[in-house]
């Protein structure tokens, strides 16, 4: 097992439930093995299934199967809405780097639909961060950057991060006048 743990457990348990659908111990603490101790799957599980997150029944083995609540599901949804698809942890660290790398005064609180985080330089210029939604098409990203053009600040670029590499080659450089360059974490 791995000494740095790239994603929190509970959040990744709610993804690997909500996409197969249910798991049992040995399917949950196998999806996740390089990083997470059996023993430390099932305490999570126990904790999750107290806070009503997930619930189990038992199988024709007798064995637990666990699957998502209605709580479990919406806790979900709401991370992959307000963080592009991404658990708060990774959101914060990409706008992190991105802010290190940008320099100026940066905020991602109270920024235009679609803009992930503002960057201000020192001249007053304004970039933009864009994440791409881990659900969204092509076609929606490019639509969401129009709309964030047409909007009322002034961009000198906007800096896009996307997680296909064949992807980033079909985005357009440029959407009027502004500059769509790839941010790569």
């Excluded at 743990?5 to 996409?19: A, F, R, S, T």
């Excluded at 979900?76 to 592009?84: A, H, K, M, T």
């Excluded at 330089?121 to 964030?148: A, P, Q």
Aim: hydrophobic share 35%; net charge negative; glycine share 8%.
């Amino acid at each position: 097992m791995g000494k740095t743990k790239p994603y929190p457990l509970d959040w990744k348990i709610l993804q690997i439930l909500k996409e197969f659908r249910c798991a049992n111990i040995d399917g949950l603490s196998g999806a996740v093995r390089e990083h997470y101790s059996i023993d430390t799957v099932r305490k999570t599980v126990k904790k999750m299934e107290d806070n009503q997150l997930i619930y189990s029944v038992r199988d024709d083995n007798k064995r637990k199967v666990y699957a998502l609540t209605e709580k479990g599901r919406e806790y979900l949804n709401n991370i992959n809405i307000n963080f592009s698809g991404l658990d708060e942890v990774e959101y914060s660290n990409i706008c992190l780097q991105w802010s290190n790398f940008m320099g100026g005064k940066t905020n991602i609180n109270d920024v235009p639909d679609g803009i992930d985080a503002l960057n201000i330089n020192g001249d007053g210029e304004f970039t933009g961060l864009v994440i791409e939604n881990r659900n969204e098409s092509l076609k929606e990203l490019e639509s969401k950057l129009e709309n964030i053009v047409k909007g009322n600040i002034p961009f000198k670029k906007i800096y896009v991060v996307m997680f296909s590499t064949f992807r980033e080659n079909l985005l357009a450089n440029k959407i009027g006048e502004i500059e769509i360059e790839i941010f790569k974490v």
